[in-house]
């Protein structure tokens, strides 16, 4: 059974930054694609970057302030989040980049505020 396991979450500043990490298992990891997606109170989920063996995408609100990377040997897909607005805030979860996707775990929340 997969599981995806997400942590980083906090409160942050507008201005700060965040790191979030995703621990995957259960499935091979290294020949995956994998993204993180985000959920705001009162919206859906949307995505917010993804990662492929060689290549990235961002949504265009989040471009050039997050960063995501993967770690194969570590089963981690990482997001570094820079420069955070309060509209970034949402409960942020890791999960396949496809149109077919596992169980969603608990996220982490991110609240950006002052």
């Known amino acids: 059974q997969v599981q995806l396991v997400e942590s980083g979450g906090g409160l942050v500043q507008p201005g700060g930054s965040l790191r979030l990490s995703c621990v995957v298992s259960?499935?091979?990891?290294?020949?995956?694609?994998w993204a993180w997606y985000r959920q705001a109170p009162g919206k859906q989920r949307e995505w917010v970057a993804g990662?492929?063996?060689?290549?990235?995408n961002y949504a265009d609100s989040v471009k050039g302030r997050f960063t995501i990377s993967r770690d194969n040997s570590k089963n981690t897909v990482d997001l570094q989040m820079n420069s955070l607005k309060p509209e970034d805030t949402a409960v942020y979860y890791c999960?396949?980049?496809?149109?077919?996707?596992?169980?969603w775990g608990k996220g982490a929340l991110v609240t950006v505020s002052s």
């Open positions: 259960g499935t091979i990891f290294s020949i995956k694609a």
């Open positions: 990662i492929t063996g060689g290549s990235t």
């Open positions: 999960n396949r980049w496809s149109t077919t996707q596992y169980v």
